[in-house]
């Protein structure tokens, strides 16, 4: 499967027909499409913009390769001369874009693409592939880590992720909205995410007996020794564990934590908590996975389980209980004028938008205007040109820098908004100049 | 993101955690691993097995790369004999695998891995994260092929597929479940696929007016012209393209179906269908896209919605409704003895399994036995040998072919397993030999 990423053909064959009718009449005046999602899912009060880098990297490299042009022209679907302009496709246009990291509501574009038809077009199916994945998962993420602010969070779910493609985006985008890493390795070496996991039951069951398990993983890493303790009987192992520390503290090597991946998590890490200190191992931090998310964590520390770390796969990689979002990238604009889609449910607003965000007395967020481009409205604008001419217009945020930011974002977001709990909506308010140009847009196209 | 799917590192740090601790002791004899589903999704009623082809691909292919070996030196974790004995792994092993295609269900194994310790090991992560994924969407589609048998079948879902990998699976999976074919580009490309797709709303949109955009599509694409009517007003669009459809044959041009996308598909349907039939059109198709599922296009069907075929997309693409397996991929014996893990709520059946199928008198399937390898059991065995030393035993089919087996497959599923509402359980039994093993390893590991 290599390159598949890569690849200008990772789109659906109706661009490649639209872009065959728009060069046979000639049309490629400037189009301006956004990236929105249509309205939060009912268990989401905000949603956390991520995938921009992925976009942009896409849109600097975007081509046809010789292997691609040579299917195309022999598909029989493509006439010569369109296969040939196809060659010297590049994309040249403008992207506007909230920072990833910015929480973002209704109806309120993230990305804005501005470029020749043809251009804008193309680029429309991996957009929505990488910008909807992304934001599902740091919406997710954010989510466990709201509930979980003092916790060690590590995503586990590379497994259960939809693909390769899916399980990297995930370490990448749950780091960036605060987790504290990840047991994905090629994501801890692309991104230098900080990388965490020890073994897994087949270690145990590998060896004649835990206890051997236990010691054999200690001597191969003195210095990062977490011991799996739910394979046979959980309290047992922690019990066997007291003489074991013992034992191996003479040789220099300190058990740092134990992990409980199975059974009632809470029940257990109170049991084992206590078999640690009273065996003097105070230290021994408690790690808890499998099965979990957001809600589960929230039960968990508010029932005061003694858990300092949770790894947390499936549910937040496969985002399970909202795998994917009423996300759109639609045609605003075309050729100097507005334009918008009136389909049954479906109506979007026109024109080039921009969002404007205030705050209140302490710094959170209190409501958003959304606008035209060039409306006067109070607030911070939220999208930012990101990339001109085909290349990006700044150096890119590393995702340190990115993961600071979405931590302030996140601490901006008011009281009812943060919880897990539906809240009332965000308050979005539409300026008059966009319900205005909604109105005259339909006017001309009845 | 190239490359992300060939390399070794996508994997879960505590497999190479493990490795180096096994490294130390010298552990390595032969390990089976087999993976299962623990139990069936509420809302499914068999699962059909695949996936089986990339893993090969990835076994056959695995190995370190230098960038890798690299980092891995300088990781901070691993020391330089353990690194120098990953630049030699490769994967030497046996694999027992059902063939793609073959319906399954809760606890029994549709893959054995039989393979020194290391190895072994090592490929869960990307084993896992393959077979699940296309296990989903396979099993996704097969439904919706079951409730429509005779529909045209496409699936839509790449842009809102979980990154870039999962839209190429689902596209080649749901057309080994039994579509007809997809719109992804790439997925035609690579393996043959055929594609579908013609316009968006955009491309009526870029047009001052929507005839004008039908005429343009139906110039540029004289073969393959499916209009999308839903942009503005569907029933006048429908009403539009009767002259329209007049005015080009006499140029040679055949509409060949419209599409609709929003709103209520069957009643747009009804009413489209009674337009294009009084028009003279009785041959135009209707296609219909938009949330669909298999229970949308049930419900369609049962309503007689006059719907020659259906875009399916996101919720298949996403298996909405069942984002994920509670699958495993454990350790069953090691050195010649059988090994189980008993963690609460996770326990499994030791040993390297077989699973034997019945058929009834008309060739269906009437339940299974769960049973150790060499036990004599009535029925067929459906675990195959695919993979010897490392290189598979027999060429692989095409995915044609396993096309071809899936659907000769679903045609051998009862009526109670082949709807969509919940059946009784599909019966497997346990075999004795099995069951005594399992006591038996319990009784040594107590």
Redesign the interface.
């Known amino acids: ?7 200008a ?10 872009l ?6 000639g ?1 490629d005046d400037t ?1 301006v ?1 956004e990236f929105f999602v249509r309205k939060l899912p009912e268990n989401r009060n905000f949603l956390l913009a991520a995938g921009l880098e ?1 976009v942009l990297d896409y849109l600097e490299n975007l081509h046809f390769s010789a292997d ?1 042009l040579h ?1 195309l022209r022999n ?1 029989g ?1 493509f006439h010569e001369r369109f296969v040939d302009a196809l060659a010297d496709l590049r994309f040249t246009g403008e992207v506007w874009a909230m920072p990833e990291g910015t929480p973002f509501y209704a109806n309120e574009p993230i990305l804005r693409v501005v470029a020749p ?1 043809r251009e804008a ?1 193309l680029v ?3 957009i ?3 910008l ?2 992304q934001t ?1 998962i740091a919406t997710k993420a954010a989510r466990v880590r709201l509930v979980a602010p003092d916790s060690l969070l590590v995503d ?1 779910g ?12 995930s370490a990448r985008t749950s780091f960036l909205a605060g987790f504290d890493g990840t ?4 994501a ?2 692309r991104w230098n995410i900080p ?9 145990i ?3 004649e007996d835990e206890l051997g398990a236990f010691e ?2 200690s ?3 003195p210095k ?1 020794t977490t011991l799996l303790i ?3 009987d959980t309290e047992a192992a922690a019990r066997a564990i007291v003489p074991l520390a013992r034992k191996l503290s003479h040789e220099g090597i300190e058990i740092q934590a134990v992990r409980i ?3 009632d998590l809470g029940c257990h890490a109170s049991r084992v908590r206590a078999i640690l200190d009273e065996g003097g191992l105070p230290n021994v931090h408690i790690f808890a996975s499998g099965n979990l998310d957001e809600y589960a964590v929230q039960a968990l520390l508010a029932a005061k389980a003694p858990i300092d770390g949770f790894g947390v796969g ?2 937040m990689n ?3 209980d909202c ?3 009423e ?1 759109a990238y ?2 605003q604009e ?1 050729a100097g004028s507005a ?8 109506a979007s607003w026109p024109g080039r938008k921009q969002v404007f965000r205030r705050f209140d007395a302490e710094g959170r967020m209190s409501g958003d205007t959304l606008a035209l481009e060039g409306d006067e409205v109070t607030g911070t604008p939220l999208l930012e040109c990101a990339m001109r001419g085909g290349k990006r217009t700044v150096a890119s945020p590393t995702l340190a820098q990115a993961r600071d930011y979405a931590r302030a974002q996140l601490a901006r977001i008011a009281p009812p908004w943060r919880g897990l709990e539906a809240a009332v909506p965000y308050p979005v308010e539409i300026s008059t100049t966009l319900r205005e140009l909604a109105q005259q847009v339909d006017r001309k ?1 009845m």
């Open positions: 499967m290599n390159n598949a990423t890569e690849s053909l990772l789109t659906d064959l109706y661009q490649l027909t639209m065959q009718a728009y060069f046979d009449k049309l189009a499409f992925q691609e299917w598909c679907r038809l077009q429309e199916t991996r929505i592939n990488l909807q994945f599902l586990f590379l497994r259960r992720a939809h693909g390769a493609e899916a399980g990297l985006l047991s994905n390795v090629q801890g070496m990388l965490f996991g020890t073994m897994a039951h087949s270690f069951q590998a060896h054999d993983f001597h191969s890493h990062a739910d394979t046979y991946d199975s059974g499936t549910r496969t985002s399970d795998p994917y979002l996300c639609k045609l075309y334009r918008r889609k009136r389909s049954e449910g479906k196209s």
